[in-house]
């Protein structure tokens, strides 16, 4: 019988075999990290996909993820990345039991992050979406309030600003993917020269754009159905894959 554990092996090797070719496309070997977004998946797939070698693990749904946690806590090195919508009352959650933000897109959000953050904890890795396209139904900052954002969680000393996420329009054509990629690889650098940061952080590209993510700077793909299947969830705004 076709067991799990080779299902989820065949599904990765193709996705770090996508990954690894993008790489060598563009001369940026060993410079993408894998995010497995797993919402919606038990935990113990996410379990044979640790013991495959796969460490961080984006979720969407706090409950749900809370559980997967608690369930997988001997698991001493898996990173934990909170992917979703974040609400001012989940942020004490969130705050406890994840090592990664990347959907913060307002300073009130940060701001009880940092304050709920426990001394005993690293600072809380934190990306900024960004409404890189512009579109009226999607989370994330608008443009012009990003620089005054950046310098104000900058400051949050159990935040680590690592840099910035967006999920672009859907398009079908590569050089049409690259365009959101590359105006957000430039709004990093321009970031850290301006505020004299070290932000060094792309979350961006999905099963369907990768390639045009790490052609221009992504350090982050967050792939979902690729490597664990459909998701019964017909939520479609959150950053998966």
Request: aromatic residues 6%.
């Amino acid at each position: 019988m076709y067991n799990l554990m080779t299902l989820l092996q065949n599904r990765f090797q193709r996705v770090y075999d996508r990954i690894h070719q993008a790489e060598q496309t563009c001369n940026r070997h060993g410079q993408v990290q894998l995010l497995a977004v797993s919402k919606t998946k038990p935990a113990s797939m996410v379990r044979e996909a640790w013991h495959l070698g796969q460490k961080h693990f984006g979720e969407s749904y706090l409950q749900e993820a809370l559980g997967k946690i608690d369930e997988l806590n001997e698991l001493s090195d898996i990173h934990w990345h909170f992917i979703g919508p974040i609400q001012s009352n989940k942020t004490r959650d969130i705050s406890n039991h994840f090592d990664w933000v990347h959907s913060v897109d307002r300073l009130k959000v940060a701001q009880r992050l940092n304050d709920q953050r426990p001394e005993e904890l690293p600072p809380l890795n934190i990306c900024l979406q960004v409404n890189i396209s512009e579109e009226a139904s999607k989370s994330g900052i608008k443009l012009e309030e990003l620089p005054s954002l950046v310098q104000s969680i900058a400051s949050l000393p159990k935040l680590k600003l690592r840099g910035l996420m967006a999920i672009p329009a859907p398009e079908t054509d590569i050089e049409k993917q690259r365009e959101p990629f590359k105006k957000l690889a430039h709004l990093l650098n321009t970031l850290n020269d301006t505020f004299s940061l070290s932000m060094d952080t792309l979350s961006m590209g999905m099963t369907d754009d990768l390639e045009a993510a790490i052609a221009e700077g992504s350090t982050m793909i967050r792939i979902g159905t690729a490597l664990f299947g459909s998701r019964f969830s017909s939520d479609k705004t959150t950053p998966t894959g």
